[in-house]
């Protein structure tokens, strides 16, 4: 595994992308750069790709290993919900399509010092741009029993939310609960695992999704980049997510059905006063999903959930 992440439904989104010489794309997600290096092999020899990641170790690992194409790969270090500017300020002010692959790289998860992981361990931290914001451990110190039962239930999906929350705030009566091994033993101790198929999946794995979800304002900052995109994409341009938990999966699903339909107005009205046209339009299998062969090859594509939706013209 040279690339240390292998990209999630590459043939699809690049059959999505359908990258040609000269175009310009931008992967909001650049992770390890297994998209962005497809992007820019098939768009050769003049097309160019702007790459955003929040983590600064991204961008440097994927400037290192896809420095061979020069002026063709434009990086940043940025929030993917900052898109409306940095895009036009990195010269690419309208582009052929934009990819956002969610979440986070095998890089993070396996490295212990970002404590994405309760496998990997290590301090709870989870910031994707570890220069900003408020690390997890934070969150499991200062939020009260209620704030963190919400977090849980609402990011995590979690059916014993308040039984663990109320764990978190019992325990740090004695000591913070500072590492992913520490709050992952707790939750096992307060959640029985599941019987049968379902009991092979950890008990804490909801919880750190909520976690990560609330350190990162995921689900906020994907709204405002689907916004964004769809203003930087030029008519006929597309813009493909891959989303690997429901929450993600259905903000985009409703945001290209808002999209397509255009008009907001209530069904009673008998004309449309809002004005609002039709943006996008669905492409392909909604959503697309990995074949049982990618996901034997590649278990982290398992949840992955592909939209693909095309800008009409204005
Ligand atoms: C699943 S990985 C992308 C993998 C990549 N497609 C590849 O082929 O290697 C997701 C990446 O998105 C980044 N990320 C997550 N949310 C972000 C956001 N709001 N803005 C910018 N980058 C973000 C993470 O830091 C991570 O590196």
Avoid: W
């Avoid at 895009?87 to 690419?92: I, K, L, N, R, T």
């Avoid at 709050?183 to 009991?199: D, I, K």
């Avoid at 709204?223 to 259905?250: F, I, K, Q, T, W």
């Avoid at 990618?294 to 949840?303: I, M």
């Amino acid at each position: 595994m040279e690339l240390g992440h292998l990209p999630v439904l590459a043939e699809e989104v690049m059959q999505m992308l359908a990258p040609r010489p000269g175009s310009l794309h931008v992967d909001g997600t650049v992770g390890g750069g297994g998209h962005t290096e497809r992007i820019l092999e098939a768009a050769s020899p003049d097309g160019r790709v702007l790459g955003l990641d929040a983590d600064p170790a991204a961008i440097a690992r994927v400037g290192e290993r896809l420095a061979r194409f020069g002026d063709r790969l434009v990086l940043r270090q940025a929030n993917f919900q900052d898109l409306a500017t940095v895009a036009p300020e990195a010269g690419f002010p309208a582009v052929d399509g934009i990819l956002l692959d969610l979440g986070l790289s095998s890089f993070q998860l396996a490295d212990p010092a970002r404590g994405f992981s309760f496998r990997a361990g290590g301090r709870l931290d989870m910031r994707f741009d570890p220069g900003t914001g408020r690390p997890a451990a934070e969150l499991l110190a200062e939020l009260d029993e209620g704030e963190l039962g919400d977090l849980f239930r609402r990011y995590g999906e979690e059916p014993h939310a308040r039984r663990i929350a109320r764990a978190v705030v019992e325990a740090r009566r004695a000591a913070p609960v500072t590492t992913a091994e520490a709050f992952a033993s707790l939750v096992e101790r307060v959640v029985p695992r599941r019987p049968g198929r379902a009991g092979r999946i950890h008990p804490a794995t909801r919880v750190f999704q909520a976690l990560r979800i609330a350190v990162n304002g995921e689900l906020d900052a994907l709204e405002v980049a689907l916004d964004a995109a769809v203003a930087l994409l030029r008519p006929g341009g597309r813009l493909v997510v891959l989303a690997y938990h429901s929450l993600e999966d259905r903000l985009v699903k409703r945001f290209v059905a808002a999209e397509r339909r255009g008009c907001t107005c209530p069904p009673s009205f008998p004309v449309c006063v809002c004005g609002r046209a039709p943006r996008l339009r669905p492409v392909g299998p909604q959503p697309a999903m990995p074949t049982e062969a990618e996901v034997a090859a590649n278990p982290r594509a398992r949840s992955a959930r592909l939209r693909t939706a095309e800008r009409l013209a204005a």
